[in-house]
Antibody, heavy 118, light 109 residues
Framework: QVRLQESGPGLVKPSQTLSLTCTVS??????????WTWIRQHPGKGLEWIGYIYYSGTTYYNPSLNSRLLISIDTSTNQFSLKLSSVTAADTAVYYC??????????WGQGTMVTVSS | ENVLTQSPATLSLSPGERATLSCRAS??????LAWYQQKPGQAPRLLIY???NRATGIPARFSGSGSGTDFTLTISSLEPEDFAVYYCQQRTSWPSMYTFGQGTKLEIK
């Protein structure tokens, strides 16, 4: 059974860097079949694609976040990670990691709430 | 950016009725459109991919149709557990990115 699990601090101070990790089980992130993705949802709002990484390390980012974003992958631990710098209150959201297959997201983590506040 | 517009914003129906949700893209996405269901406090669940293919374990009462810019998600006979928010999503090849519609809330009448 494939599972994705987000982890990281639930509270980040303004101007600091938000760091999250997604631990994948049941499938290797080294598989060339999937893209490994981050998506967020602001409180009470819709879904926003953040970016994704391929097993090779190739990344694609949402242009609106590109200058602050870094997504990386660690095949030895079967994890991929998100770093979002210079955060503000507008980055407060539930952050999901997900697997992309056939241009859709077929497996999602449960999500983790991140609040940006001093 | 390819904008997805969902309608209606809210749909009020009763169990047993048929639900028809719409998603319109500002530019053609061919058949590269997916639908998700999200219940409160839960992650979204993939229902339909490539416009009309049901994901694993999705009941047959869910169906998707359309191509190009106009897409429809149909729930043939609503069950109590179907009342939720539904999102459409597309991927563009260049630049490679994904976008979601703003969602349709399906509520019990």
């Amino acid at each position: 059974q494939v599972r994705l699990q987000e982890s990281g601090p639930g509270l980040v101070k303004p101007s600091q860097t938000l760091s999250l990790t997604c631990t994948v089980s049941g499938v290797s992130v080294n598989s060339g079949t999937y893209y490994w993705t981050w998506i967020r949802q602001h409180p009470g709002k819709g879904l926003e694609w953040i970016g994704y990484i391929y097993y090779s390390g190739t990344t694609y980012y949402n242009p609106s976040l590109n200058s602050r974003l870094l997504i990386s992958i660690d095949t030895s631990t079967n994890q991929f990670s998100l770093k979002l710098s210079s955060v503000t209150a507008a980055d407060t959201a539930v952050y999901y990691c997900a697997r992309s297959y056939y241009k859709a997201f077929d497996i999602w983590g449960q999500g983790t709430m991140v609040t940006v506040s001093s | 950016e390819n904008v997805l517009t969902q309608s209606p914003a809210t749909l009020s129906l009763s169990p047993g009725e048929r639900a028809t949700l719409s998603c319109r893209a500002s530019q053609s996405v061919s058949s590269s459109l997916a639908w998700y269901q999200q219940k409160p406090g839960q992650a979204p669940r993939l229902l339909i991919y490539d416009a009309s293919n049901r994901a694993t374990g999705i009941p047959a009462r869910f169906s998707g149709s359309g191509s190009g810019t106009d897409f429809t998600l149909t729930i043939s006979s609503l069950e109590p557990e179907d009342f939720a928010v539904y999102y459409c999503q597309q991927r563009t090849s260049w630049p490679s990115m994904y976008t979601f519609g703003q969602g349709t809330k399906l509520e019990i009448k």
